[in-house]
């Protein structure tokens, strides 16, 4: 007997589980049951499992009978014929959804040559293993897994030319390419999923040398011959939004140049670029602290006496102003109306960004880097026929990652830019290594890629011969200038007095707990209390109480709120932190008594 | 000790360095030489003492931590490649330091007294400190559905091979299912057993799980043993088991008490006592770092072993065991529960003296460990006024 579970739960057995399984495989294939219910028949414990649960995951292939496809010549004809769709494959169950705990009981071909009366299923192509962006790598079978699912991860974030109608659109944080290009060398999933229309990325040329120590761990030394003719050259859109809010009471925001009494009005520079509607001119140069959109708002606070106040209707700055650290050119102002029926400002800013120290680049096998130094062309090394790398890749990249589609791609896009035509990269399906290699070397080359190389500052040639191709390479959106930080005094918190904390509030780099740890381990003690010095306070403290005074400047002492004048107060020196810390404890009804001690005293 | 400059420092250096160094000696060497290697060790020596205000236990922390970080990535390495599953990496040390009562898997390396240990019986001896359930002996278990039923078949063989008979076997399961359900011996055979439900609401799903549940009932062996494994290790045949149970293993005579140790830390610390638990967690962890090929001084991990054990029961490194043993209050409440703490100690109205790290740092007060220790004394003059 057999015992049968219909999404986990015990319903009844089975004479024969096995007669039970295919049973239920031939109805669904017949179409007389959902193509979602899958099977398992687990013979060692002599149980089935029947499974029709939402959120499994589900794949298709193609089944196969005795030995031999379903979808046979006739049918796929059909198909290209536009005769019959995906939906008429499953209702005839050439095509079928298995699930992982059915793919148990599954004996699948990768390719219908390898066919045996053993399979049960046959994939409908060998790349339907990977996602979309994993297809996107050449070579892919070449490369350490791990390294196709960093690739994939990678090229998600490559600038790139996201939609045509970009100069029409406010989004937010968008770069756009300036000569997006195809990959030389590309796959079936380039053309399926028309990468032509969306490229991000361009073909360089690349050669595999370090070069002084500036592409030492991971980075790549660009040259600036390129970098000048437009590598990697790519727009930075940011919009500014503001909106003219209503409040109760009839009273609302006003988009306008404020007037001087306005309250927490800024100088009269920082308005420069306002036209008379209170909005920036387009394509005026702007910097941090320019106002982009004037606006003022009515007082927070109204009460009865404010009628009869003169001076009243003292209505507040609230400007859009570009923060820290911001610049760029106005590119678009766009008025218009949102559900509530405000009116909506929208200026988009634009600002050019060239390839510079510390921007990152990736191939398309997870080779991920960013560049060291930006070399001037005549110090970039250059091969007998007077050719000279856009980019230079440190060798010590490749042996641990094992990423030898790298490599294969350079010569694949050597033999495709020299022959004038695109190489098929596609994972399990790609062109012949050995046939990309003839090729090099009926058009002249060495047949292994690499060639005789000079170096530009002697002039001399290089001992070894430097493996040199073409390959597409990716510019990433996480760009320095949009990260670059550094403090050493600027605002604090309010509450603590302690540094702002992040680049956009020009914050304080935060010495953590571990590196505290550090300083302790050494006994630095003297040196720790001074890197903590940030919110120190001095405070006057009673004696008799123990709890926080006040200082008087005028008669130039201190006194006890609780216990007067006649009592000995001591300034002590501590972090305004703690100080708050006691203050929050007596909310709560804690008493902090300080009792104090002299330093020097010996007992 | 042959040489006579081995007596000038014998209250100098720790007798195994002196020991190691009279090992390594060559055999003819002048006393002068002897004398000079001896200055250098004391020099070294005095060199690597821990000097006054140095922050060991901070140090220690970090000397752990830090390898530790490296070790979660190389775990799964390990993963499966022993017949038996063990924690290690860095999930057994965070159970060990934790003082975990509770560990994932328990193991006990059993050595045997001499005619066993050379491998007699040992396959019969390990079989039987195996606990044994129900599961073992069932041939097959049908459900009646329309009688709602349950009909098991018993291996006869093995249960011959334990001395017990179908009847030993009903009082077993009638001491643990003392409700509910009733156990008689079936007509067709020997070895049917019958299982019905005395009543009658019970549906199909709760007969089923109590399929499943009567699996696991307790029949023979000693209770914990999940599985052995007899091994040879060296010269000897030692019996590697999943699960541990001190108390009742010692009891048998076959056992080598002496040798015989689990990986349960607790057990040995109810079973041995304080300072056999402390020398366990020593053990533990560094054969842990040691799987990993890591490299931590000894006394890194003896430190940490002294401080869960100084209070004679084990203290977890967390905030139920050595934190809360701290005496200052800030130093307690700046390490997780901050509100519990404070509160509590304004009930009882606890003094902080501010004399450990944190609580100075939070202050920012001078630590009083390194260059923030030494103070200046000072002699002043007493003025005859006073006198």
């Known amino acids: 007997m057999t015992d049968v579970f219909v999404d986990n739960k015990y319903v009844g057995s089975v004479k024969d589980g096995h007669k039970f399984r295919d049973d239920i495989i031939n109805e669904r294939r017949a179409g007389k049951m959902p193509s979602e219910v899958n099977v398992l028949f687990h013979e060692a414990t002599d149980q089935v499992f029947v499974e029709t649960s939402k959120g499994r995951t589900i794949r298709p292939l193609i089944v196969v009978k005795d030995g031999k496809s379903t979808l046979t010549q006739e049918i796929s004809d059909k198909l290209n014929k536009n005769e019959m769709q995906w939906s008429d494959l499953i209702k005839m169950g050439v095509i079928e959804y298995l699930d992982p705990s059915e793919e148990e009981d599954a004996l699948v071909a990768f390719y219908e040559n390898e066919l045996t009366a053993e399979h049960t299923h046959l994939s409908i192509t060998p790349l339907d293993i990977l996602g979309l962006c994993t297809s996107l790598i050449p070579f892919g079978q070449f490369n350490q897994g791990v390294r196709l699912s960093q690739g994939s991860k990678n090229q998600k ?55 002084d120590g500036y592409n030492m761990e991971d980075a790549v030394v660009i040259n600036k011959g390129s970098v000048d003719r437009g590598l990697g050259r790519s727009t930075y859109f940011r919009p500014v939004v503001s909106e003219e809010l209503r409040y109760p009471g009839g009273l609302m925001d006003e988009i306008s140049i404020p007037d001087k009494d306005v309250k ?90 060239i390839p510079e120290i510390g921007d990152k680049f990736i191939s398309r096998h997870g080779q991920k880097g960013v560049i060291g130094m930006v070399v001037p062309e005549q110090n970039i090394p250059f091969s007998e026929n007077g050719m000279r790398p856009d980019i230079l890749f440190n060798p010590h990249g490749l042996p641990k990652r094992m990423t030898v589609a790298h490599l294969i791609e350079m010569l694949g896009g050597k033999v495709g830019a020299l022959e004038g035509r695109y190489i098929d990269g596609t994972t399990f399906d790609s062109e012949n290594e050995k046939d990309l290699r003839s090729a090099l070397e009926k058009l002249g080359f060495k047949e292994d890629g690499t060639e005789i190389m000079y170096s530009p500052i ?110 000995e107060m001591s300034n002590i020196e501590l972090s305004y932190a703690f100080k708050l810390f006691m203050d929050e404890l007596r909310s709560f009804g804690i008493y902090p008594k300080m009792m104090l001690k002299s330093e020097y005293d010996p007992a | 000790m042959e040489h006579k400059a081995f007596k000038d420092y014998q209250d100098l250096i720790p007798e195994k360095i002196l020991e190691d160094v009279e090992k390594s000696l060559p055999e003819k060497i002048s006393e002068s030489k002897v004398k000079k290697i001896l200055e250098l060790i004391y020099e070294e020596y005095k060199n ?66 001499k005619p066993y240990s050379e491998g007699k019986e040992i396959k019969k001896i390990a079989e039987s400190i ?40 009903i009082k077993i399961l009638e001491k643990s299912f003392a409700k509910g359900y009733s156990f008689k011996p079936g007509k067709e055979a020997d070895n049917i057993l019958v299982i019905k439900s005395t009543s009658k609401e019970d549906d199909l799903n709760n007969i089923y799980k109590l399929k499943e549940k009567l699996q696991d009932v307790y029949i023979n062996g000693i209770k914990g043993i999940k599985q052995v494994l007899p091994v040879k290790k060296g010269d000897e045949y030692i019996i590697v088991t999943s699960g541990s149970n001190i108390k009742d293993i010692f009891k048998l005579e076959f056992v080598n008490p002496d040798k015989t140790t689990t990986n349960d830390i607790y057990e040995i610390e109810r079973m041995l006592g304080i300072e056999a638990a402390r020398q366990s967690i020593i053990n533990e962890v560094d054969k842990v770092i040691e799987e990993q090929g890591l490299n931590v001084d000894m006394r890194h991990i003896m430190l940490i072993s002294d401080i869960m054990t100084t209070s004679s029961t084990m203290l977890g490194v967390n905030r139920y065991g050595i934190v809360k043993e701290k005496p200052s209050v800030l130093a307690r409440a700046s390490f997780e529960t901050p509100i519990k703490h404070i509160i509590n100690a304004s009930i009882s109205g606890e003094t902080d003296y501010l004399r450990s790290v944190i609580e100075n740092v939070m202050i920012n007060q001078v630590v009083p460990v390194g260059t923030g220790l030494p103070r200046l004394m000072v002699k002043t003059k007493k003025k005859k006024s006073e006198d």
């Open chain 2, 48 to 113: 690597s003492l821990a000097e006054p205000g140095e922050s060991v236990g901070l140090v220690a922390a970090e000397s752990i931590g830090e390898p530790s970080t490296q070790m979660t990535l190389n775990t799964f390495h390990f993963a499966g490649v022993s017949e038996m599953n063990v924690t290690t990496g860095l999930p057994r040390i965070i159970e060990v330091l934790d003082g975990r009562a509770e560990i994932s898997t328990k193991m006990m390396h059993v050595y045997l007294k």
């Open chain 1, 458 to 567: 002697t002039g001399k040639q290089y001992q070894a011969r430097i493996y040199i191709g073409s390959m597409y390479y990716q510019r990433l959106k996480h760009m320095v200038a949009n990260k670059m930080h550094s403090r050493a005094r600027g605002p604090i918190q309010l509450l603590t007095r302690q540094p702002t904390e992040g680049r956009a509030k020009e914050g304080g780099l935060r010495l953590g707990e571990m590196e505290k740890d550090t300083f302790i381990a050494h006994g630095a003690s003297l040196l720790l209390k001074e890197r903590f010095d940030s919110d120190k306070t001095i405070v006057p403290i009673c004696e008799k109480c123990g709890l926080i005074g006040i200082y008087d400047s005028r008669k130039n002492k201190s006194y006890c709120p609780t216990c007067g004048d006649a009592v």
């Open chain 1, 157 to 211: 974030q490559a600038v790139g030319f996201y939609a045509a109608n970009f100069f029409q659109r406010i989004d937010m944080d968008v770069n756009i390419l300036h000569y997006p290009q195809n990959p030389v060398v590309k796959t079936l999933m380039h053309d399926v999923s028309d990468y032509y229309q969306h490229p991000s990325g361009q073909n360089v040329v690349i050669a595999i040398m370090p070069y």
């Open chain 2, 130 to 169: 195996k606990e044994t359930t129900l599961k073992e002996y069932i041939q097959e278990v049908s459900i009646d559905i329309a009688d709602s039923q349950m009909t098991m078949a018993l291996d006869q063989d093995k249960l011959e091979r334990i001395g017990l008979k179908l009847g030993a076997i």
């Open chain 1, 264 to 353: 927490g009005f800024r100088t009269e520079k920082d308005y420069r670029f306002l036209e008379e509607d209170g909005i920036v001119s387009a394509e005026s140069k702007v910097q941090e602290g320019d106002v982009i959109i004037g606006k003022t708002s009515p007082p927070r606070f109204l009460n009865s006496m404010d009628e009869y106040n003169l001076a009243g209707n003292v209505r507040r700055e609230s400007s859009m102003t570009l923060e820290h650290g911001e610049r760029g050119v106005v590119d678009l102002v766009l008025l218009s109306e949102n559900e509530e029926g405000n009116r909506l400002i929208q200026v988009r800013l634009r600002e050019q960004r």
